[in-house]
């Protein structure tokens, strides 16, 4: 097995700015705005930015890359995050079908490719985007030794990996994060043992829409819901946003939000959401709300 020797420290901020939607994809932030939203992450005590090669059809990358150059902002004072291997079907290249790649050759390529775009020399993490049924361990394991003695990455990792899937790579390759959709609406890696798995392994969680449904619809589950967090918006002094944010913030395996906002507010509110420290009943409450039932 690839050693990989790990300090114990906190390596990333406790909430992570995602940069999903800062490009084509979302907002289409010019580059001073994408600076400007850097820089006030930064205010909020947010130094790392979640990042994947085929943000805004393989463009998001070389535009962050550029407003970071322009920033000012000292690179060690930053953590950066990115994915690959999802061969996405756009217009920069020219794939006839949605598929995954993770061949050594085209792991090294994407990372030396991120790192041209994102103007950097290394990446905080490399994860794998989504598990193909094609990846085998040891092919992994080469590519990520030899981006790892060349200093292009610091850790590795995976993103929306079943526990299995996790064995199957850290049989030959330490994996150090797993980011996983998690939420209040969407909570069910509690129950499968994928967040188990990452409390053993001392594998970090990080969690993209953590907000789940919450606003996005109003279903019966959402009117639950919504009216629980209502109760607990002037015990806690907070938003909804927030209290969702504290929510995952008090679960044992130490969840790492992934935000995907770009609205100044919501990224100052995440910040103040680290100091909520939800009564233990109060969890309670509030997954009883989404779920419908009490805990078995």
Known sequence: MLQIYILMKEKFSQVIAGTMAWGRWGKQLKTKEMGSLIHHCLENNITT????????????????GIAFAESGINRSDIQLVSKCGIQYLGTSRTNKIKHYNYSKDYIIWSVEESLKHLKTDYLDALLLHRPSPLMHPCEVMEAIAKLAQEGKIKDFGVSNFTS?????????????????????????????????????????????????????????????LHKQ???????????????????????????????????NTRITNAN?????????????????????????
């Open 229 to 263: 967090l209502e109760i607990f918006q002037e015990k806690y002094n907070a938003t909804k946003d927030q209290l969702l944010l504290a929510w995952i913030l008090k679960h044992p395996a130490k969840i790492h939000p992934v935000i995907g906002t770009t609205n």
């Open 49 to 64: 930015f979640d990042h994947a090669d085929i943000y805004g059809d393989y463009s998001t990358e070389a535009e962050f």
């Open 164 to 224: 299995s899937q996790v064995d199957l790579i850290f049989s030959e390759v330490p994996i150090t994060i797993n980011q996983i959709e998690f939420s209040i609406t969407n909570h069910l890696a509690m129950y499968n043992g994928v967040l188990d798995q990452m409390i053993i392994k001392k594998i970090i969680p990080m969690a993209w829409s953590p907000l789940g449904n919450t606003f996005k619809e109003m279903t019966e589950q959402m009117k639950r």
């Open 272 to 296: 103040i959401a680290l100091a909520i420290d939800l009564e233990l009943e109060d969890w309670f409450f509030i997954l009883k709300a989404s779920q419908g039932h009490k805990v078995p």
